[in-house]
């Protein structure tokens, strides 16, 4: 999946959610539920597989697979607290296609084949940037708050054992964690202006992703067959 | 002919009263490699944010005085894993960055990556993940960068921080390769030691203001090596109550002997 180009993987990953909300619940939810969880298996789906250059194969993918179930499961738990049974169901599915949907995304699309594709279809380097900085925030972070952990463990402070020694240790990871991500914030924001970000000039694709005939048809087809969805359910 | 020029500069960080640097004034010429050097927040850090027009465009806060740059800057940073661009997965990708940023054709990215990449004895790194490099390699990446963007002033903050010995060595030679091609540096390094072979003039920061401004030889005066910041063989001299002008360098001090 990895090998589509990067607006194929956004339309997908857009085009999901977008008809969990308009096709009738639950039997709607529950198809781009399991296409959604499914594509989380995909070959090479696995948060920072890309960026780490990983092999890819199923057991990454079951890696982002379980990464989207225990993001999912607390909605619903939440939703079972204030709806019946129906209205669960139906909105659960739809937050779970939205969670997998966006999981299954930041696992697949490698940031720089995103900002080649924008910068070659002429978007600004600064607003592709923004876009790709997002999806490579979360490998990243992983990684601090992994050093992080490591860091406290060292000080004696254990992130197991009662609710109040874990909620003791979130607070000494957060706290680090938000404060040397913005103090990152600064340099990186001064490395990259010194490396012409903020040029204004149009960047140079290094090597724009190959955009098929095919997938641009694909892609034509998936906005055209959610307007066609949005429209008959409106009717 | 200059490439910098600060004249009176004072510059005031956002939100504060106290200025970081006060009236400032340096010239950096085309081949010269000027040396800041100090203690810990004397502004020599800000002094190269100014000089690669960062500041105070990027910085925010006030200047003061007047900064003419007749040339493209490029600065590298003390920590090397924030100037990562994030957005490359390989070492030549992370490299050509700066250059397909400024809009080159294809076939000159590739000269000038391919020759920063030699030049920093990193071109066997190429297709390597940055995120899977050592602080000193990724450090040399950031460097080559910067080199492949072709600027025409050089602006390097503690540049050796993150390298070993042979790195540091080798950091050294292309600073002043750098130079022989006509470029302009300006750098800071707490490395003084090697100051007397690299660089042809040395600025004494102290809070924020040039105290002296000289040749090499500054750093075995007196006063330099009562602040510490003079080089270790000269601070030797000095401190063993030995007649001035005390040798920069052991060969200086060998010759002495002879």
């Known amino acids: ?235 | 002919m200059r490439i910098l020029g600060l004249d009176g500069v004072t510059f005031w960080y956002p939100a504060t009263a106290n200025p970081a640097l006060e009236n400032v004034s340096l010239d950096v010429g085309p081949g010269e490699i000027v040396a800041l050097v100090g203690r810990g927040g004397a502004g020599a850090s800000t002094l190269l944010l100014i000089a690669a027009g960062l500041a105070p465009r990027v910085t925010g806060g006030r200047l003061a005085g007047s900064v003419s740059r007749g040339a493209r800057a490029g600065i590298v940073l003390p920590t090397p894993w924030t100037q990562v661009s994030g957005m490359a997965f390989t070492v030549w990708d992370e490299v050509a960055f700066g250059a397909a940023n400024l809009g080159w054709p294809a076939h000159e990215i590739t000269r000038h990556v391919d020759r920063a990449l030699e030049r920093l004895e990193i071109a066997a790194l190429a297709s390597r993940d940055p995120a899977t490099l050592s602080g000193g390699e990724l450090q040399r990446v950031i460097i080559a960068g910067i080199l492949a963007m072709d600027p025409d002033l050089v602006v390097l903050d503690e540049p050796t921080a993150e390298l070993d010995a042979e790195g540091t060595r080798a950091v050294w030679r292309l600073v002043r390769s750098l130079a022989a091609e006509g470029k302009a540096v300006l750098l800071a390094t707490s490395d003084v030691d090697a100051l007397p072979d690299v660089a042809d003039r040395i600025a004494w920061l102290e809070q924020g203001s040039v105290r002296a401004l000289g040749e090499p030889s500054l750093l075995a005066e007196d006063a330099m090596c009562d602040a510490g910041l003079g080089t270790t063989v000269a601070g030797l001299w000095h401190a063993a109550g030995l007649g001035a002008p005390y040798p920069l360098t052991v060969v200086d001090a060998v010759q002495r002997w002879r």
């Open chain 1, 1 to 235: 999946m990895s090998a589509l180009h990067p607006f194929s993987l956004l339309a997908i990953a857009a085009a999901l959610p977008a008809f969990a909300w308009i096709l009738p619940a639950p039997g709607g939810g529950l198809a781009t539920t399991l296409i959604a969880m499914g594509l989380t298996l995909t070959p090479g789906a696995s948060p920072g597989s890309t960026s780490a250059g990983l092999t890819p194969g199923w057991r990454s993918g079951l890696v982002t697979f379980r990464t989207a179930l225990v993001i999912a499961a607390p909605f619903w738990l939440f939703l079972r607290l204030l709806h019946d049974g129906p209205t669960t169901v139906a909105m659960g599915l739809r937050i779970t296609t939205m969670v997998a949907s966006c999981v299954w995304l930041v696992a697949v699309l490698s940031p720089d084949r995103l900002v080649e594709a924008m910068v070659a279809r002429g978007w600004s380097l600064a607003v592709a940037y923004l876009f790709a900085a997002t999806l490579s925030a979360v490998p990243v972070l992983k990684a601090r708050a992994r050093r992080i952990v490591e860091a406290q463990r060292c000080r004696g402070l254990s992130p197991r054992g009662s609710v109040a020694n874990r909620l003791r240790a979130l607070r000494a990871l957060a706290l680090p964690l938000v404060l040397s991500a913005l103090h990152e914030v600064d340099e990186r924001t001064l490395a990259l202006e010194t490396r012409g970000l903020g040029m204004g000039v149009r960047r140079t694709p290094l090597a724009a992703p190959l955009d098929r005939t095919a997938e641009r048809v694909a892609r034509w087809t998936l906005l055209l067959l959610c307007l066609t969805a949005l429209i008959r359910r409106l009717a």
